[in-house]
């Protein structure tokens, strides 16, 4: 299975649906052989971290639609990237409301850095 994050485009739900989005996923996606680990709701965004076939995507997706359509999917792995860059790139997934995928990249450089650095990545 791969793990894909999935962002929906939000048009009417506020970060206390979060619990409610999840279970209606993972209503939704009973029997397809699909794990939705977590969802998270901005203002731009419903996003959903799962695990699935590659080729079952589409499908996936079908069946999220009555919830929202989508905006993009992501294939999660790890990137390698210097610092500085993944730094950049952490600010604007957050900027953009791409909280998860923010996380990501921090934490990769989290994972890189000294003991008097990763505090402050951390933060």
């Known amino acids: 299975m791969d793990r894909f994050m999935l962002h929906l485009k939000n048009t009417r739900f506020v970060p206390e649906d979060s619990g409610h989005l999840l279970a209606k996923a993972r209503q939704v996606c009973v029997g397809t052989n699909t794990v939705i680990r977590d969802s998270r709701v901005s203002s731009k965004y419903v996003e959903f971290d799962v695990s699935i076939d590659k080729s079952k995507l589409d499908e996936l997706v079908s069946h999220l639609n009555p919830i929202a359509p989508l905006d993009h999917a992501k294939h999660v792995v790890e990137e390698h990237m210097e610092k500085e860059d993944a730094i950049k790139l952490g600010i604007s997934y957050f900027n953009d409301e791409r909280f ?19 505090d402050l990545v951390q933060g």
């Open 100 to 118: 998860w995928e923010c996380h990501e990249v921090l934490e990769g450089v989290w994972k890189k850095c000294y003991e008097g650095e990763r």
